[in-house]
């Protein structure tokens, strides 16, 4: 059930980043979600944060089943799923809805990629 919370915290990511680009593109039921600067450069920079979370998750999602089924314990999952998420939130809000902000930027990144790793490692531990 453990990677059930983080997929649907995802999604829910998702659908925000989604409605964003929906705004952006000029759909005034999201007119809301447009703040920010030159609206084509967030466009740009607001799909670019909704593909990349589209890019990541289902990798990350699939590691995270194949570790819960294969009886890791939940302290691990939460800690590799609470990651991830925090690294998507940071890299989604930076590219989705801020010009620049190269903090959020490199932490996201890190904060995706090495909880990928971690969980691809952990892994191969368990099926070596």
Do not use: K
């Amino acid at each position: 059930m453990t990677t059930a919370l983080y997929a649907a915290l995802l999604t829910l990511w998702l659908v925000l980043l989604s409605m964003r680009v929906i705004a952006l593109r000029g759909n005034p039921m999201f007119a809301f979600l447009t703040l920010g600067d030159s609206q084509e450069t967030m466009l740009d920079r607001a799909i670019r944060a909704q593909g990349n979370l589209t890019e990541y998750a289902p990798m990350m999602l699939i590691l995270l089943y194949l570790l819960e089924t294969l009886g890791q314990s939940a302290w691990t999952l939460h800690v590799l799923g609470s990651l991830f998420l925090l690294g998507r939130l940071m890299h989604g809000i930076c590219f989705g809805f801020m010009t620049s902000s190269m903090p959020l930027r490199i932490g996201g990144t890190a904060l995706t990629l090495f909880p990928m790793l971690g969980a691809a490692l952990t892994l191969l531990s368990v099926v070596m």
